[in-house]
């Protein structure tokens, strides 16, 4: 079992930043892959980044060069820093962890960009 909370979400204008964070049950260092979703009002969940155990990164096409995902081993931590962010990028975050190939999630965290 893996317990996974985000936190650092909020209310930011549109050109700020933010970070979140996932703290977790035990080293993102022993996850298969650890990822951050999102999901608007209306909208299906999509990915915004992942990284594997490897330390390959992926990112959402409309998210690349302005979201960074990273893990601290000694903090049991995924982050994912968060610039320039836009109106559409608000949504509820999530954190997803798979862990000896089942997944696991987080209970979310609230980004509201206003413009």
């Known amino acids: 079992q893996v317990q996974l909370v985000e936190s650092g979400g909020g209310l930011v204008q549109a050109g700020g930043s933010l970070r979140l964070s996932c703290a977790a049950s035990r080293s993102p260092f022993t996850f298969n892959r650890s990822g951050w979703y999102r999901q608007a009002p209306g909208k299906q969940r999509e990915l915004v980044a992942s990284v594997t155990s490897g330390g390959l990164t992926n990112y959402a096409d409309s998210v690349k060069g302005r979201f960074t995902i990273s893990r601290d081993n000694a903090k049991n931590t995924v982050y994912l820093q968060m610039n320039s962010l836009k109106p559409e990028d608000t949504a509820v975050y999530y954190c997803?962890?798979?862990?000896?190939?089942?997944?696991?999630w987080g209970q979310g965290t609230q980004v509201t960009v206003s413009s």
């Open positions: 997803k962890a798979v862990y000896q190939w089942s997944a696991y």
